[in-house]
């Protein structure tokens, strides 16, 4: 089993419809991330948690909202999708920062397209 | 702000080596180099990382200037599967890793 996992691969929905990605991971790792790609651009990051009571905004939160419900799952909503936000959506953990050095570990990845 | 530099792209023919540059010529003494590579649309796999020191894994070299102001990747003998978009990153406890938009690296036959 892959140590982080997202959930949908692929999701296609209309605009002005609620969706929600999951992740899951088995790393026991403390913090979480959600980050977007736009197609031959770096990752930018929406939202991040460093434990279960604590969800900060990243560059790009507006239209997004996360819950993290325990320490291995955190989920990111849209609220109301709209086309700009078609693309492709990693969630990654880490032990950085809580004394490890692992750096980020990644999920495969969960491409949505938004019609 | 990426806070490093990196050429666009690189091209490497298979079996030689291929050395990939990063700058990041305002890195603080505590911030650690770390390079990432994505390959097509998987999500990005840790290669190595390094404070100061030069590193080496089974995946590659990091090889750090003495004043930290700049690194080079090397993958010791390229294969096509090495075709990716690598990242080169600084971290900082304080920090989140800031992904820039990194080089697209092609290994020709």
């Known amino acids: 089993d892959a140590d982080v996992t997202q959930t949908p691969r692929n999701r296609i929905t209309k605009t002005g419809k609620r969706i929600m990605l999951e992740c899951s991971q088995t790393?026991?790792?403390?913090?979480m991330y959600w980050y977007r790609q736009d197609p031959g651009l770096g990752l930018r990051l929406i939202y991040y948690s460093f434990d279960v009571k604590d969800i900060n905004k990243g560059e790009i939160s507006d239209g997004y909202s996360v819950s993290r419900q325990a320490q291995a799952k955190f989920s990111l909503s849209l609220e109301s999708a709209i086309p700009n936000q078609t693309a492709l959506y990693f969630c990654?953990?880490?032990?950085?920062?809580?004394?490890?050095?692992?750096?980020?570990?990644f999920g495969s990845g969960t491409r949505l397209t938004v019609v | 702000d990426a806070k490093t530099t990196q050429p666009p792209s690189m091209d490497c023919a298979e079996g030689r080596a291929a050395n990939l540059p990063c700058n990041h010529s305002t890195i603080s003494g505590n911030e650690y180099v770390y390079w990432y590579r994505q390959i097509h649309s998987q999500g990005p796999q840790y290669i190595i990382h390094?404070?100061?020191n030069n590193e080496t894994n089974e995946m590659a070299s990091l090889i750090i200037t003495e004043d930290r102001k700049s690194s080079t990747l090397i993958l010791p003998h390229a294969t096509l599967r090495d075709t990716a978009v690598y990242y080169c990153l600084r971290w900082d406890a304080g920090n989140m890793l800031t992904f820039g938009g990194g080089t697209r690296l092609m290994v020709k036959p």
């Open positions: 990654a953990t880490s032990d950085l920062g809580t004394g490890g050095r692992d750096g980020y570990t």
């Open positions: 790393k026991g790792h403390d913090r």
């Open positions: 390094g404070l100061k």
